[in-house]
Every structure is written in structure tokens, then in C-alpha cells.
């Protein structure tokens, strides 16, 4: 069973910089993708960017690109989030999703971080 957590995130004023890690045990796919997705309160939960397990493709909403990274240790078996030039809309509870094998459909869920972003 595949199982997610997440660190990295807390408070910081815009313009600023985190970097958010989810650590993934019993996650061996080498198919499939994982990802960082984010709900704002009273906001429709937001695709930030995945990257593909094969092929290490990553994709990015458009709100984010030229500021957010993602990328993934595949020895030390954890993801990351690198986000710059940080906005207040960035405010949000991030989380983790990892996907089964074959399928870029999440299934497996972290329980999340908080990224506050003040102005």
C-alpha cells in the first residue's frame, strides 16, 4: 500500500521561495505519475504539476509555469515542489497524489500541507 506525507510547507511573504517533499513508501511504479495538487478554502481542488513516473515528462497549470519545479529522487524515493516568486493566490493546502501503475489517475493521497503566502 502506498502510502504519502508531506513536509515543507508554512508561511512566507510573497516573492518568496518553499520547497515541499512527499516521502512515498510502497511506491516502486515505474508507469503511472505523481503530483501536487491544491485546494484553496471555498476553491475547486487545482492540478499544480505531475511528472510522469517513465518518463520523467512533468506538466504544469498555467498559473504556476516559470515558477514552480517539480521533481522526484528516485533513490531516496520522494517527490518535491520547488516554488518561487510565491503570490498570495498561492495560498492553499498542498497535497501529494500518486497514481497505479499504467495510469495517470491518483489514488493514492498524502495528508497535506499548508502554504500561506502573505502580501
Known amino acids: 500500500q502506498v502510502q504519502l506525507a508531506e513536509s515543507g510547507g508554512g508561511s512566507v511573504q510573497a516573492g518568496g521561495s518553499l520547497r515541499l517533499s512527499c516521502a512515498a513508501s510502497g511506491y516502486t511504479y515505474t508507469s503511472g505519475c505523481m503530483g501536487w495538487i491544491r485546494q484553496a478554502p471555498g476553491k475547486e481542488r487545482e492540478g499544480v504539476a505531475k511528472i510522469y513516473s517513465g518518463s520523467g515528462r512533468t506538466s504544469y497549470a498555467d498559473s504556476v509555469k516559470g515558477r514552480f519545479t517539480i521533481s522526484r529522487d528516485n533513490a531516496k524515493n520522494t517527490l518535491y515542489l520547488q516554488m518561487n516568486s510565491l503570490k498570495p493566490e498561492d495560498t492553499a493546502m498542498y497535497y501529494c497524489?500518486?497514481?497505479?501503475?499504467?495510469?495517470?489517475?491518483?489514488?493514492?493521497w498524502g495528508q497535506g500541507t499548508q502554504v500561506t503566502v502573505s502580501s
Open positions: 497524489a500518486a497514481s497505479p501503475a499504467g495510469v495517470c489517475v491518483y489514488n493514492s
